[in-house]
Structures are given as structure tokens and as C-alpha cells.
């Protein structure tokens, strides 16, 4: 198929290299909020070559979205592939959760065929949520990765993930060993690290299903591969820390059991972050290391409220995450209007520039590709979302009615939107929907 390598789309087009601080005045459009109604968005070969009000010659193929939102592509900095079976399921808290629902599904992702269709169901739906980047959870299975990794490939996304490490405290079907652990790892490592717009993420699941010589593996396997990843979870849930209390006596934390294994560093992302100490936050500091935070899943699950606006303000690094399963929906939009209500029930306010920024340059610079993705900016990968104000005599086409300012229509538009008015997904300026 031949694809044309000149693309112009055109629309309302923003683009949000830094939020306002916290607390500033909304009538105005921050310094760092790019916004361009009515104006193309010029891609040349998959990445964004210029931004203009006039439309291009003819050498360039023209989408015309006018009174359409064009945002970059969302960036999810934690997200579990083989949980979109479990999404919603009842009445439990995370350990329950886990044994009841996660592991059972995973178990089934040992047969390569239920592998290959989930992930490529997974990849479809991150799409078809406006999400074109996103650091990913397959299982410990090796084939996990591999299809995940595939599918990814296929469409040229930008992905991050790695097997999961777990040799304790699960089904046996899940588990694996610090010998099988490494090999498979390595393996991995050599077929896809660096292949295309991938990269490879030692999965750590929590510190309870790892011994400390797994753990040590991971710290070693981190150090001895410049540019790849290290997620896991961290002080999500108050029972879950109790335990990893119990089955880490010599750790000052939770936290400090990654610390002492070499597993903190800028290319280290920790989901939930829930139950930290002031000791815990400067270490992060120090460290580089990345909260994911994860509204939907923390409310959901009930594991408690995360403060983002304490966390920024001691320079601790985010992320904003689904973490489906335990969150409720693929969707970064619907998952920032949950981040505004957890803030809101601590006394904060996030507006609506901080939340889109988390979503798009805020994540690409946590996993350290803000030169890449999350922007609109010349150079820049052009993987973009076109989306919908609103669906004609919808209530949030009424309430947009109404909106004085960009920050009120923004707003607005994050609480009352969903993906169901995305238009279009395109990765590396190919539509993909």
C-alpha cells in the first residue's frame, strides 16, 4: 500500500510543553500552552515538520477536522495488557483482587494463541482511547512478550514492557525462577530492545511474589542494559505494605527494598505510590525514580488517595496511569477527570492544562521521551489523536456553549468526554482507526 509521506491535518490544535504552577491564573493561556485554532498540522514522513494558519500546496494529502480537537497522542505510564478480561470486577481489595481475578486470567496467557489475541485486542483498544504510547505489563510468560512486542511492532508504536518477574507467592503457573528469569530475559532483550520504537522493561511485578535473589537479578539485568526500564508497584495498599513489611524485616520500606537491590533510578517507574514517608519521597528525589499515579485503580480498589500536588511540589517525577484492570477504563480522559476528584478530596486543584500535560509531554518526559512523543512540535514523532468537542445536542455540547475561556472549554470537556469522541488515532502520522 502506498502511504503518502505528506500529511496536513487540519483543526484546533494544542500542544502543552509545561503546565501553569500550581495556583496560577486560568483566564489567560499560559506561557506553555500552545494553542492554534484553525491551523494544519504539517507531517512529513511520520513526524510533525510545521504548524501554519495557511493551508499547504498541493504536495501535501489535506484531512480537514474543522472544529475538532488535535491533541498528541496519550502517553499511559502503567497499564497491564492481559487485564482487560477483569476490568470491573467486584468487591475486593488488591491481594483478594489479585488471587481472585488477575492471576486466574494470566494463567491463561501460558497458551501462545490467547496471547497473540489479547494483545492484539489490548493494542486495538489503547488506539482506539487515543493512547499511542504506553509502558505495559504482559506476564511471565515469554510469549506474552513477544506478542505483545509483535503487535506494537506492527503498527509502529512507541511501547515499553519485559516479561514478569515472579518466583513466589503465586499460582505455580506463574512462576518462574531467578535461572529461567534471567535466560528468558536476555533472550528478549537481544530480539527486541531498541527494534523499531521499542524497549524493553525489567517487570518486577511487586517485591512480595520476587526473593531477594530475583530482585538482585533485576537490579543486575537494569544496570548491565543502558536505556531500558524497570516498572513494578509500590506502597499501593495498607495491607499490602504490612506484608511486604513482614517478608522484609531488614528494609527501612517498602520503597527501600528496591533501593537495596539496586532497582531506583531514572528509568524506574513505580505504580500507586500510595503510602510513602517524607524518607521515602526524598529518596525518590534523589533518585529519579517515577510515581505512576493511578486514580481510577486506587478509588476503585479502595487503596487510598494519592497526593500529586505534595508529591510535584518535593520534585518528585509522575506519571498518570490507567493500570487497568484495576482501573476502570483505557481511557487517559476519563482517568484525568478521576484525578481531579482524588485531588479535590484532599483540598487540591488540578487544572486542566496540568492534566492534559500529565497525559501527553508530562509522560513522555517521566519515561524520558519527551524529545520524541507527547508534543506537537517540529521534530517530534507525530503520533496524534483527533477528537470531538462534543456529539451534537449532547449535555457537554451544552455546557461548552456556555465556556468563556480555553481553560473552562478544556475542563469541561476532560469531566463530561470520554473516547467516544475520538475521530482519529494516528501513530507516526499513519491513521491507525
Given at each position: 500500500m502506498n502511504t503518502p509521506q505528506r500529511i496536513a491535518l487540519f483543526g484546533d490544535v494544542l500542544d502543552i510543553a509545561s503546565p501553569p504552577p500550581a495556583g496560577a491564573p486560568l483566564d489567560a493561556i499560559p506561557d506553555g500552552v500552545h494553542w492554534h485554532p484553525d491551523h494544519w498540522l504539517l507531517i512529513e514522513n511520520g513526524r510533525v515538520h510545521a504548524l501554519q494558519a495557511e493551508a499547504p500546496d498541493a504536495s501535501w494529502t489535506r484531512h480537514e477536522h474543522r472544529g475538532h480537537l488535535i491533541l498528541p497522542g496519550f502517553v499511559d505510564t502503567h497499564v497491564h495488557?492481559?487485564?482487560?478480561?477483569?476490568?470491573?470486577?467486584?468487591?475486593?481489595?488488591?491481594?483478594?483482587?489479585?488471587?481472585?481475578?488477575?492471576?486466574?486470567?494470566?494463567?491463561?496467557?501460558?497458551?501462545?494463541?490467547?496471547?497473540?489475541?489479547?494483545?492484539?485486542a489490548f493494542v486495538r483498544q489503547l488506539l482506539r482511547h487515543g493512547t499511542t504510547s504506553a509502558l505495559v505489563f504482559p506476564t511471565v510468560h515469554k510469549g506474552s512478550v513477544d506478542a505483545l512486542f509483535t503487535a506494537a511492532q506492527a503498527r509502529g508504536m512507541r511501547l515499553l514492557a519485559g516479561k514478569c518477574l515472579m518466583d513466589r507467592h503465586a499460582p505455580p503457573g506463574l512462576l518462574d525462577t531467578v535461572a529461567s528469569a534471567e535466560r528468558d530475559s536476555l533472550d528478549l532483550i537481544q530480539r527486541w530492545h531498541g527494534q523499531g520504537r521499542l524497549a524493553y522493561a525489567h517487570t518486577v511485578r511487586f517485591a512480595p511474589t520476587s526473593t531477594e535473589a530475583q530482585l538482585a537479578l533485576a537490579g543486575e539485568l537494569l544496570a548491565a542494559h543502558p536505556g531500558t526500564y524497570l516498572q513494578t508497584h509500590v506502597a499501593e495498599n495498607r495491607a499490602e505494605v504490612e506484608w511486604v513489611r513482614h517478608l522484609f524485616p531488614h528494609a527501612r520500606s517498602y520503597l527501600d527494598v528496591y533501593a537495596q537491590h539496586e532497582l531506583l533510578g531514572p528509568h524506574s517507574v513505580l505504580a500507586h505510590g500510595i503510602w510513602l514517608d517524607p524518607d521515602d519521597r526524598a529518596r525518590l528525589q534523589d533518585t529519579g525514580a517515577v510515581i505512576a499515579h493511578c486514580p481510577t485503580s486506587n478509588t476503585f480498589l479502595g487503596s487510598g488517595l494519592f497526593d500529586w500536588r505534595g508529591n510535584a511540589e518535593r520534585g518528585v517525577r509522575l506519571g498518570m496511569a490507567t493500570d487497568v484492570g484495576g482501573g476502570t477504563s483505557l481511557s487517559l480522559q476519563r482517568t484525568l477527570a478521576q484525578a481531579y476528584q482524588v485531588a479535590a478530596l484532599q483540598g487540591q486543584r488540578l487544572d486542566a492544562y496540568t492534566l492534559l500535560h500529565s497525559a501527553t509531554a508530562g509522560n513522555a518526559e517521566a519515561l524520558n521521551l519527551g524529545h520524541e512523543i507527547g508534543r506537537l512540535a517540529p521534530g517530534h514523532v507525530a503520533d496524534v489523536g483527533v477528537w470531538r468537542w462534543a456529539d451534537e445536542d449532547s449535555l457537554l455540547a451544552q455546557r461548552l456553549g456556555r465556556a468563556q475561556t480555553l481553560h473552562e472549554k478544556l475542563f469541561a470537556w476532560l469531566m463530561l468526554g470520554d473516547e467516544r469522541l475520538l475521530v482519529q488515532t494516528h501513530v507516526a502520522g499513519l491513521p491507525q482507526l
Open positions: 495488557a492481559p487485564q482487560l478480561d477483569v476490568i470491573a470486577s467486584y468487591g475486593t481489595e488488591l491481594l483478594d483482587w489479585l488471587n481472585r481475578y488477575t492471576f486466574p486470567t494470566e494463567l491463561a496467557w501460558a497458551d501462545p494463541a490467547v496471547a497473540q489475541a489479547g494483545c492484539e
